[in-house]
């Protein structure tokens, strides 16, 4: 873990979550072998727990325990990349061969290679009867593992568990919504939902008129969150850093509305943007991802899920107050508690009191199993104590620990809320992970009363006045919430204070807190990260150098670039491209209420480089929404030449196909930043855009390593030979897939110290 200056850890105080299974295979399970303990695979409190809810028929409990002890398979996904088709085609038949196909692993079970996920749309998510480490261990998919790595790096692959890609499916998203994703890191939820909003693409001169906001607490992970989104290369994209109960609205000028770009609803007197679809991933208690996080079965008590009960409700609400009329919210945890799953989103109903209403999905996906949501369950302490009804609680010191909403529906409000509706995925059904699904959608405004409700709730117990602090973060809450549910209260004869019951009506007002709409953010703006900004009319000057360097046609929407900082004669050194509907809204904010963390697609690095004339080279990651404005610095080439490309550090002029050389020779030896544009009507890779840098007598590419690597698999060019560590001379030059900083004196930024940190931090395969 890289530390900053002065030696503090980049995480504070957080240690990351151990994510190790340390099974004894010779000593039996808690036996001590090596200097560690192995860990004890059963909790005998979640057995009890679980048993008393129902969540499963008891001829069903030996297989679902079975199954939670052993580790998740391996589950990915393929992105919508012009590359997806090949990838399914190698998957299908390049990896099959008989000797894979006779592996079994150390308990006789025959290796099953790559088959598609069958309730996920177009093949696009495949899974394999083998865990991460048999994947990385196993001679004979050495082949097939390092495929998977170089995909993913390249972001045409994506590694993420099954049940965390239902979410952005059932929000049934279209290229025109407007998106929010609550609690977004550290990505695999937000990638996919770029996905659908690019699933239509095909003029790349307007990009959709739709955006997500990935929005997370930790600014860690919101660094990891612009990393793996990065590779989707999306103008479309705005990462923030807010409390997601404290989510901030955006007043929204008039104009914007009667121009067409932005929608926005009345509240107060102000015009607030309010988004088409909501991700709302909660932080839970995760018990439904025991596979992966085996170190929770010691760890787990019913205090977890009650702890964070409140915080739920709240980022829950805040959710619905954003959602626009006739918008979906799609409301889930990796939770298979019914306080954290049906007694939310029951009490998200009561708030909503007829303007939310639960969706029947029960049609959709057919090939997925799932379990119909609870009506009905009960509600334990720490103590192990048992409790139908809120009223059942004696001790004041009890009642401060579990909020009156935590209790099931009563029987006149179950026939209306209709929880049956709500999905739940237990693992034994598809070899999954375990998970909680609620489709919510917004069939009329809020009243008055519920949108208006201030912060100050009554504080009428310890609990309710934490919450109440002013600028206390999600974190801290759940930690503190957790930490006073598990703590061995004291209920003797002072417990019975006579204080009042709160009923449900109450309780839900008291959970009722969206931020003042012209109040300030409960955090402050954090050092570093500037907000974005349009490039100012006195800097116009520059944008007509690059528009005349590159040829860009009249056409190029120059408003559309936005920068960080600038001077009088120099823009920032990286210049994004922002979707249209996505800039009207960041420069909207006109009370500073966002913080900002990434915006848009990279399409401009400055490099003053001796003997060029323009100080601004091309980015990879943004080229293709640049090309279709280029006049100027194209190069049209074959298969061959990308082959030149991909197997040789700097090649020479001279070696190009003769189309490619007369293009190259047409630039007059002037050196600067081009484009490697495939040009084969034929070929599966058609239009694919690389950029390069011009030399006075060779050309190469200004592209990162695992691109290229990721790029010779795909074209079926063998991988260089790397030289043994400590054997390479000093000034040698490095082969083509060597660091990237070797290959392009000029490369994009690689992934700075503190998101590498936070990566190591952060299972790959998330939920």
């Given at each position: 873990m890289g530390k900053r200056k002065g030696g503090k850890s980049q995480r504070g105080d957080k240690k990351p979550r151990t994510n190790t299974w340390r099974q004894d295979t010779e000593g039996g399970e808690g036996q001590q072998r090596g200097g560690w303990k192995a860990l004890v695979l059963d909790s005998e409190k979640f057995a009890t727990y679980y048993k008393a809810q129902g969540l499963v028929p008891p001829e069903e409990w030996d297989e679902f325990v079975a199954i939670l002890k052993v580790p998740l398979p391996v589950t990915f996904r393929i992105t919508g990349t012009m590359f997806a088709d090949e990838i399914r085609k190698k998957l299908s038949s390049e990896f099959k061969s008989e000797a894979v196909q006779e592996l079994t692993l150390d308990d006789g079970t025959k290796?099953?290679?790559?088959?598609?996920?069958?309730?996920?749309?177009?093949?696009?998510?495949?899974?394999?009867?083998?865990?991460?480490?048999?994947?990385?261990?196993?001679?004979?998919?050495?082949?097939?593992?390092?495929?998977?790595?170089?995909?993913?790096?390249?972001?045409?692959?994506?590694?993420?568990?099954?049940?965390?890609?239902?979410?952005?499916?059932?929000?049934?998203?279209?290229?025109?919504?407007?998106?929010?994703?609550?609690?977004?890191?550290p990505g695999s939820k937000t990638s996919q939902v770029i996905e659908f909003l690019h699933a239509k693409d095909s003029d790349l001169r307007n990009p959709p008129t739709g955006f997500v906001v990935a929005n997370d607490l930790d600014l860690n992970r919101c660094y990891l969150l612009t990393h793996q989104i990065k590779r989707l290369d999306s103008p479309n994209v705005l990462v923030t850093n807010h409390e997601a109960q404290n989510f901030p609205f955006i007043k929204v000028p008039p104009e914007l509305v009667?121009?067409?770009?932005?929608?926005?609803?009345?509240?107060?007197?102000?015009?607030?943007?309010?988004?088409?679809?909501?991700?709302?991933?909660?932080?839970?208690?995760?018990?439904?991802?025991?596979?992966?996080?085996?170190?929770?079965?010691?760890?787990?008590?019913?205090?977890?899920?009650?702890?964070?009960?409140?915080?739920?409700?709240?980022?829950?609400?805040?959710?619905?107050?954003?959602?626009?009329?006739?918008?979906?919210?799609?409301?889930?945890?990796?939770?298979?508690?019914?306080?954290?799953?049906?007694?939310?989103?029951?009490?998200?109903?009561?708030?909503?009191?007829?303007?939310?209403?639960?969706?029947?999905?029960?049609?959709?996906?057919?090939?997925?199993?799932?379990?119909?949501?609870?009506?009905?369950?009960?509600v334990q302490d720490h103590r192990g104590a048992w409790y139908n009804e809120y009223s059942d609680i004696q001790h004041a010191s009890i009642r401060s620990k579990i909020a009156p909403t935590c209790f099931p529906p009563t029987d006149a409000e179950r026939p209306e809320l209709h929880l049956e509706r709500c999905l739940r995925l237990l693992p034994h059904d598809q070899n999954t992970g375990g998970f909680f699904i609620a489709v919510l959608e917004k069939v009329a405004p809020l009243s008055p009363a519920a949108v208006s409700a201030q912060t100050a709730a009554p504080a009428s117990t310890p609990a309710a006045a934490a919450d109440a602090a002013p600028g206390k973060s999600e974190a801290a809450s759940a930690a503190s919430d957790g930490a006073d549910a598990d703590a061995d209260a004291d209920v003797g004869s002072d417990g019975a204070t006579g204080e009042p019951v709160v009923d449900k009506e109450t309780a839900s007002a008291m959970l009722e807190l969206p931020r003042d709409v012209a109040g300030k953010p409960?955090?402050?703006?954090?050092?570093?990260?500037?907000?974005?900004?349009?490039?100012?009319?006195?800097?116009?000057?520059?944008?007509?150098?690059?528009?005349?360097?590159?040829?860009?046609?009249?056409?190029?929407?120059?408003?559309?670039?936005?920068?960080?900082?600038?001077?009088?004669?120099?823009?920032?050194?990286?210049?994004?491209?922002?979707?249209?509907?996505?800039?009207?809204?960041?420069?909207?904010?006109?009370?500073?209420?966002?913080?900002?963390?990434?915006?848009?697609?990279?399409?401009?690095?400055?490099?003053?480089?001796?003997?060029?004339?323009?100080?601004?080279?091309?980015?990879?990651?943004?080229?293709?929404?640049?090309?279709?404005?280029?006049?100027?610095?194209?190069?049209?080439v074959t298969e061959a030449d990308i082959t030149t490309l991909l197997t040789n550090h700097d090649p020479m002029v001279s070696v190009f196909s003769d189309n490619a050389r007369k293009l190259l020779a047409e630039l007059h030896f002037e050196q600067g930043c081009i484009t490697f544009v495939l040009t084969d009507s034929g070929h599966r890779f058609d239009g694919m855009v690389l950029v390069g840098w011009r030399g006075k007598q060779s050309c190469h590419l200004l592209v990162a390593k695992n691109e290229q690597t990721s790029l010779r698999d795909l074209f079926g060019i063998p991988q260089p030979d790397l030289p043994a560590k400590g054997t390479q001379k000093h000034g040698q030059p490095s082969p083509a897939s060597a660091d990237t900083a070797s290959v392009d004196p000029v490369a994009d930024d690689a992934v700075p110290t503190d998101v590498a940190a936070a990566a190591d931090a952060v299972p790959q395969q998330t939920s």
């Open positions: 290796i099953e290679m790559p088959h598609p996920i069958p309730w996920y749309p177009g093949d696009n998510a495949w899974q394999m009867n083998v865990t991460k480490k048999d994947l990385k261990k196993l001679p004979a998919l050495d082949k097939l593992h390092k495929f998977l790595m170089f995909q993913t790096d390249e972001g045409n692959a994506s590694r993420q568990e099954a049940v965390s890609m239902l979410p952005p499916l059932l929000a049934d998203i279209e290229p025109q919504h407007s998106v929010l994703d609550m609690c977004a890191a009667s121009d067409g770009g932005l929608e926005g609803v009345a509240r107060d007197g102000r015009l607030l943007f309010v988004f088409d679809r909501i991700i709302c991933d909660v932080p839970c208690s995760g018990d439904g991802t025991l596979r992966k996080a085996p170190d929770l079965w010691q760890r787990w008590s019913p205090g977890l899920g009650l702890g964070l009960h409140r915080l739920q409700c709240k980022i829950a609400v805040r959710g619905a107050n954003l959602l626009k009329v006739g918008g979906r919210m799609v409301y889930s945890t990796c939770s298979l508690n019914p306080i954290e799953n049906e007694a939310v989103v029951a009490e998200l109903l009561r708030f909503g009191k007829g303007s939310l209403r639960l969706v029947d999905m029960s049609a959709a996906l057919p090939a997925l199993k799932r379990r119909p949501g609870l009506s009905s369950w009960k409960a955090l402050k703006r954090r050092g570093g990260e500037e907000p974005f900004l349009p490039i100012a009319a006195h800097m116009l000057h520059v944008v007509d150098k690059i528009r005349t360097f590159y040829g860009l046609s009249a056409e190029f929407p120059a408003d559309r670039l936005m920068i960080r900082s600038e001077n009088k004669d120099k823009l920032s050194m990286k210049t994004y491209y922002v979707a249209d509907t996505l800039r009207r809204y960041v420069l909207s904010d006109d009370r500073d209420m966002l913080r900002t963390v990434s915006l848009g697609v990279k399409v401009l690095h400055r490099h003053e480089a001796k003997g060029v004339s323009c100080d601004y080279r091309l980015c990879q990651e943004g080229i293709r929404w640049l090309l279709p404005y280029m006049n100027k610095r194209v190069i049209a």
